[in-house]
């Protein structure tokens, strides 16, 4: 299959949006079983930017190896996981299953808090309880998801030793792991798999931890040298999270910030 270039890098200023609107192009038929989601339910998003609509194209012509990254409020997580989403429920390829994986640093913070792994690490959902409530209207979508193993959320101190086959894994919030977390991580990708790597940089938590340092810039290093890795980089233009978060990132560009 024909490759496409993996990078592009837009600087046309687009217009503000401040949140996504569902497209009426597919029609959405009440579920038979209102315990269950379906592929009818999941509403259609058009890409906002060329840099969106880019990911699209690749996505689109098989690309498995693929990274989001650039300015905060593009809506990287957002297309990621309604792409991924879209392939998953589709009952007419093999991936069974949408595994997001968050880094280690935020569970490291609060491990002495009381509860279970999941209890801890619950809060850190909430950003993909909200992308699944606009992407199906429900706002129990993403609870509902999980039941019907659509979704699984882990960090990266729970995948050592797993090995994950016909998923779709989805790395948020790049920039907080190390080169271990990051080499671990991608050796887990198995048989009919593909994984995207999502993050912006500039919201590095690790920054805050004078003895860990964020592996991205290391893993790019060898990623860049692979066929298979594919990267569209997300610029300030390409902000739709609102007018006054655009404006402020340019703003504080701007000033070198």
Not at 62 to 81: N, R, V
Not at 150 to 175: C, H, K, P, W, Y
Not at 183 to 193: A, E, K, M, N, V
């Amino acid at each position: 299959m024909a490759r496409k270039p993996a990078s592009r890098l837009v600087d046309t200023h687009f217009e503000d949006s401040s949140k996504y609107q569902a497209s009426t192009d597919r029609t959405t038929q009440p579920p038979s079983n209102r315990l269950k989601l379906r592929i009818e339910d999941l509403k259609t998003f058009k890409p906002l930017t060329l840099n969106q609509a880019a990911f699209y194209n690749s996505y689109s012509v098989g690309e498995y190896f693929m990274m989001l990254s650039g300015s905060a409020g593009t809506g990287k997580s957002f297309i990621a996981l309604y792409k991924a989403l879209e392939e998953c429920m589709d009952k007419s390829n093999s991936y069974n299953r949408v595994l997001i994986v968050r880094s280690a640093v935020q569970t490291r913070d609060v491990g002495y808090l009381k509860g279970s792994l999941d209890e801890k690490t619950s809060i850190y959902e909430d950003p993909y309880i909200q992308i699944c409530a606009t992407l199906f209207g429900k706002p129990d979508a993403y609870q509902r998801l999980k039941e019907q193993g659509f979704v699984e959320f882990t960090t990266t101190t729970a995948i050592r030793g797993m090995s994950f086959d016909n998923s779709i894994v989805i790395l948020d919030e790049m920039q907080n792991c190390t080169f271990q977390e990051l080499d671990t991580i991608l050796t887990r990708i198995g048989h009919q798999s593909k994984i995207i790597f999502v993050g912006d940089l500039t919201q590095n938590d690790l920054l805050k931890k004078s003895s860990e340092v964020t592996g991205l810039p290391q893993f790019l290093r060898i990623a860049e040298t692979m066929d298979e890795f594919c990267r569209v980089h997300f610029t300030s233009a390409d902000i739709v999270r609102s007018s006054l978060v655009k404006s402020y990132i340019i703003a504080k560009e701007e000033l070198g910030l």
